[in-house]
């Protein structure tokens, strides 16, 4: 963990700490809230600089569907702020205090830095479709715009996008745009106990390959007792109008029930139900365990899960269809490349999403990229952080 | 006019050792070096440019195109990709001594995969290429341009292209998987896959909408969606501007999200309906083309509740279709919208600015404003629901004065459109067109960041140059230092 920790509350202190730390040639650790420290590889770096008091939503037009906000805004201030106005955020970003055992909520620059999207990500798109503009502190010390306030937009290249997912290791974001829309009027699932993952990703598919629009698929390997489904389950969310949801609702049950009998689910159960799926927590994935995310063609995903029950005792959680697995296990460099290779043969990629500090110091915690991709990555840093100050080692060990 | 940078002599002279060069990659047809034959690559959408290039190359495969980046990348032979060249802002224009490396022989859907509801295609298919492979099994590619019948996916990537659905369904980035994409040095990587998202940066993000500046797309990888069970259209006319205004984002805020939101105003409404007697009321300032999908009923009850917020407007008509076909109808004047223009005046520019929808009146007032003090007629067409607006200014190319006159009102349009908070282009791109005004929205630090990005992917500047950056400091950008702390 890193010694001092700057909290500036002006994007041009945090563009005055970074242009010292270049000046310096010293590297500075990039954090929100620091719930995720334990994610992906601890950064070695004297000093931590925070965007945790930049705070505030500086633009909300509900009527023209876009909010920005300050990087440090607490994730749960938005929310509120969006659902007073029947609104929310698209990407369904998943809520990972109970996960990382963190008591601050996460920022909004934190979930965009990490791409983080929970089960919607299928139907309505990832958190980095959603940015439509972006302010950031290169690795210089200089304020860079792109993109904007507009629903629409393809003015230069493409800086959120490469922003969003980059774990803080190109710039410091010191406020985001959002595209937001309407929280929908009602909601419902339906549920189908199948006899083993393949049988469910079909299941899923077929909602998927319909024109109901299901706007979470998800798997539960070991089901939700809890809420009375046993065994295998596939589930299938409709967000809609009520007399959507109703009617698709239906259509969903005929369409699965030549696979097992098909229930349905009430909007409450459920809500209660897809913010597990969404925080992972069904995982229930011990403290000193860890957690991987591997996505998939989502016919891959039983394969995926196949190949790790069989290399250790692998808790599962499948979502978007069957290409998202969520994968619990020891933290050991065994488990994780099982995890690697179980991910590679599937034609996918891996994020070692939580684990003790040794295994992420250890490990790759994201897979490689091919060396003409790698060269280029390497000349984007430099372009963008010429010094090496962002985060350095966060993402690859010496990148 | 826009400035072309001077060609390189010692390219030129080489012309015909590097025509034979190419030939020896790729045999057959797959050159073009005589003057005539150049002609139809001389120009794209944008067609007041012309510029003949020094050949035209027209690989069938992957590893064609990287040997030819080989060979132009060791020779320091710039490179103009190009899909179908219908690219509004002269994206594809060539430079005298640049090989236009021409995608449209690769056209084969290579895999369609229903069970990940996805489609791996070269570059060179057809926007609608894609839908019609896909659509016996009820499935469709959702970003639709208008130029869908004629443009490539490879160039609907690297423009980012949007159509009248992605209010709905997003504009090309929100329908990617991956693409396999060429690297200047002429090196093959697979950018994406067939899973959601990148573990590590976005590439493909960067990737789509940059232009042909950072490499070439060979193939691409899309999503592809299960068509809805019906779709319908409905017309709402209104006295003002204002009033279409605050019934569009009326029906925003009371949570409908309609597939389709397209505005026209009194000038657009005359031509396409004396194009397509579409039925469009003649005396409305301004109508709205609504569209909803779902089954029968759901579509009943989504027309029914836009119709009743439209009516709170005090509408000159409201026309909601009870059939596919009275919906094709009140489609059909929008969806010839520009050719009905053509057809009332010579040449038209369309311009593609995006601006906060509520700005819209204002906006639309200060171009009228415009219109009359340049003496040039403007018809307005676009999505309402974004934004994206769609001038078309009408003026004569054979007169020097008209068209020097129209793009300066344009310039005018897009540096209004900054000015409310809103930006240069929303789905045509840069190109040369845009070019000279990034200055109006960048300040010269974000566009020397912009520049180094560039840098990074093609350090000698062979790509596509003279287009989305402003031509002075073109090639590598300074490198970038601490600023004084
Ligand atoms: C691989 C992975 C690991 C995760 N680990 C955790 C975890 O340990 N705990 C947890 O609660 N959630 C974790 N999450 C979930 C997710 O990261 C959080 O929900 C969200 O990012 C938390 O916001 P924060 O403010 O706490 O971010 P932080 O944990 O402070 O930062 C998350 C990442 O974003 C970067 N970052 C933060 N703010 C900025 C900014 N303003 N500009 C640029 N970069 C910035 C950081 O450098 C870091 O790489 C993880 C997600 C992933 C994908
Ligand atoms: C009548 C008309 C209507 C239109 N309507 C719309 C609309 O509704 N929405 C919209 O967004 N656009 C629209 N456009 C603009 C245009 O059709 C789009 O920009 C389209 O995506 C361009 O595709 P293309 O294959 O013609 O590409 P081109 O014009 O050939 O090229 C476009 C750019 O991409 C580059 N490029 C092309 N292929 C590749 C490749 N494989 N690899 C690398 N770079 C490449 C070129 O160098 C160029 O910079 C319209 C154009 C016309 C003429």
């Not at chain 1, 046993?230 to 696979?259: H, K, M, Q």
């Not at chain 2, 690297?183 to 950018?191: F, M």
Request: net charge neutral; aromatic share 4%; proline share 7%.
């Amino acid at each position: 963990m890193s010694a001092a920790l700057l909290a500036p509350d002006s994007e041009e202190e945090v563009a005055r700490a970074v242009a010292a730390a270049a000046a310096a040639g010293e590297p500075l650790a990039i954090e929100g809230n620091g719930t995720k420290r334990a994610l992906l590889r601890p950064v070695q770096a004297a000093r931590t600089l925070s965007t945790r008091n930049l705070r505030g939503i500086t633009l909300y037009r509900p009527q023209e569907l876009i909010l920005s906000a300050r990087a440090g805004t607490p994730l749960p201030e938005i929310e509120a702020a969006l659902a007073e106005h029947g609104q929310h955020l698209i990407a369904e970003p998943p809520d990972t205090r109970a996960l990382f055992g963190a008591e601050l909520p996460a920022t909004l620059g934190g979930v965009v830095a990490a791409n983080l999207s929970g089960p919607r990500r299928i139907a309505w798109g990832a958190m980095r479709d959603h940015v439509l503009g972006v302010r950031f502190v290169n690795g210089a010390g200089e304020v860079i715009r792109s993109g904007g306030r507009v629903l629409k937009n393809v003015t230069g290249l493409d800086l959120c996008k490469l922003l969003t997912g980059s774990y803080g290791t190109l710039g410091v974001l010191t406020e985001i745009t959002l595209k937001v829309l309407p929280a929908p009027e009602a909601t419902g699932s339906v549920a189908l106990r199948v006899p083993d993952l393949a049988t469910g990703v079909r299941a899923l598919a077929a909602g998927l390959g319909s024109p109901f629009g299901p706007t979470g698929a998800a798997l539960l390997p070991e089901g939700a007792p809890a809420f009375g489904l046993e065994g295998t389950t596939a589930l299938l969310r409709i967000e809609d109008f009520a007399p959507s949801v109703a009617y698709r609702l239906d259509r969903l049950r005929a369409l699965l029930a030549p696979l097992g009998a098909p229930r349905l689910l009430d909007a409450e159960t459920s809500r209660a139900l897809w913010r597990l799926v969404r925080e992972a927590s069904l995982l229930g994935a011990a403290a000193g365990e860890a957690i991987w995310r591997v996505s998939v063609p989502p016919t891959a995903g039983p394969a995926v899960a196949a190949a790790l029950r069989g290399a250790f005792a692998a808790r599962l959680l499948l979502d978007w269809g069957g290409g998202l697995v969520w994968v619990a296990g020891p933290a050991t460099e065994a488990a994780h490349a099982a995890v690697t290779a179980a991910a590679r043969a599937g034609g996918g990629v891996w994020t070692l999403f939580r684990a003790p500090e040794p295994l992420r110091a250890a490990v790759a915690v994201l897979p490689g990229e091919p060396p003409p991709l790698a060269a280029i990555a390497a000349r984007v840093k430099a372009a963008l952080d010429p010094k090496g100050v962002l985060n350095p080692g966060r993402m690859r060990a010496g990148a | 006019m826009i400035a072309l940078p001077p060609p390189k002599p010692e390219i030129l002279a080489r012309r015909d050792a590097i025509v034979a060069a190419l030939r020896a990659i790729v045999p057959g047809e797959g050159v073009i070096s005589a003057p005539l034959e150049l002609k139809p690559y001389e120009t794209d959408g944008l067609t007041a440019y012309r510029q003949p290039p020094l050949a035209v190359v027209l690989p069938t495969s992957t590893e064609q195109v990287a040997a030819v980046m080989r060979y132009c990348h060791a020779n320091g032979i710039r490179v103009v990709p190009r899909g179908a060249g219908t690219s509004l802002s002269g994206g594809a224009l060539p430079l005298a001594d640049a090989v236009v490396i021409g995608l449209m022989r690769m056209n084969r859907i290579l895999e369609v995969d229903y069970d990940n509801r996805l489609a791996v295609v070269e570059a060179g298919v057809t926007n609608l290429g894609i839908t019609a492979a896909v659509a016996e099994r009820g499935f469709f590619y959702a970003p639709d341009p208008s130029s869908q019948l004629a443009c490539m996916i490879g160039g609907n990537v690297m423009m980012n292209s949007g159509g009248a659905h992605c209010l709905k369904y997003g504009v090309t980035a929100n329908n990617l998987l991956g693409v396999k994409f060429v690297t200047v040095e002429g090196e093959v990587v697979e950018i994406g896959g067939r899973h959601l998202d990148a573990a590590g940066y976005d590439w493909l993000g960067l990737i789509t909408g940059s232009e042909g500046q950072l490499g070439i797309v060979t193939e691409v990888t899309v999503r592809i969606l299960p068509s809805p069970e019906g779709a319908r259209a409905m017309l709402a006319a209104f006295r003002s501007i204002e009033v279409a205004g605050a019934a569009v984002a009326a029906i925003i805020g009371s949570g409908i999200i309609p597939v389709a939101l397209e505005f026209m105003d009194r000038p657009c409404i005359h031509a396409c309906e004396a194009f397509a007697h579409a039925g469009y009321p003649l005396d409305a300032e301004a109508m709205l083309i609504i569209e909803v999908e779902g089954s029968e009923a759901e579509q009943d009850m989504l027309l029914g509740r836009i119709r009743e917020i439209c009516g709170r407007f005090d509408p000159i008509s409201l026309r909601v279709a009870q059939t596919a076909e009275e919906s094709a109808a009140i489609w059909k004047g929008r969806k010839g919208a520009f050719g009905a223009v053509g057809r009332i005046s010579p040449d038209y520019l369309c311009m593609d600015g995006t601006i906060p929808t509520s700005e819209l009146p204002r906006v639309l007032g200060r171009i009228a404003e415009m219109s009359r003090a340049y003496g040039l007629q403007v018809a307005n067409v676009f999505h309402a629901g974004d934004g994206n607006l769609h001038p078309l200014i009408l003026f004569d190319a054979n007169d020097p004065e008209s068209t020097r006159k129209a793009e300066a009102f344009g310039a005018d349009i897009l540096r209004l459109c900054v000015e409310v908070g809103g930006c240069l282009t929303g789905e045509h791109g840069v190109g040369v067109e845009k070019r000279d005004l990034m200055g109006v929205q960048f300040l010269p630090h974000e566009l020397a960041q912009q520049r180094r990005i560039k840098g990074a992917f093609d350090p000698d500047w062979l790509l596509n140059p003279s287009k989305v950056f402003p031509l002075e400091g073109e090639g590598a950008a300074p490198a970038l230092t601490a600023r004084a702390a």
